[in-house]
């Protein structure tokens, strides 16, 4: 499975962007994706991912940040709004086989990693 994460940029505190993931496969649907980011200095941390039965956050994110997909499309969707500079980060997305929720928040529980986007949030 190859990931193409895309979408990164500069934006004002405030503001809105939304990052994609992109593969290919006809399976891709029943995996489970995972958005995640890492900080200059700073271990990677968990931001959202979502299952074929639901979506998860972490607490710092709920509601700021919606995480969807496209069946059709093979394409995972991170919506980030009221964006802050401590979101300023390299996103990742990330996958792994199955739609189970066991350590779901554990960046060595993914099989698949993208490149990375850069997300950069001026104050």
């Known amino acids: 499975v190859q990931l193409q994460a895309s979408g990164g940029g500069l934006v004002q505190a405030g503001g809105l962007l939304r990052l994609s993931c992109a593969t290919s496969g006809r399976t891709f649907f029943t995996y489970t994706v995972g958005w995640f980011r890492q900080a200059p200095g700073k271990e990677r941390e968990f931001v959202a991912a979502i299952t074929i039965s639901g979506t998860h956050y972490a607490d710092a994110e709920e509601g700021r940040f919606t995480i969807s997909r496209d069946n059709d499309k093979d394409t995972v969707y991170l919506q980030m709004n009221s964006l802050k500079p401590e979101d300023t980060a390299v996103y990742y997305c990330?996958?792994?086989?199955?739609?189970?929720?066991?350590?779901?928040?554990?960046?060595?529980?993914?099989?698949?990693w993208g490149q990375g986007t850069l997300v950069t949030v001026s104050s």
């Open positions: 990330a996958a792994r086989m199955g739609s189970g929720t066991y350590r779901i928040r554990f960046a060595n529980e993914y099989d698949y």
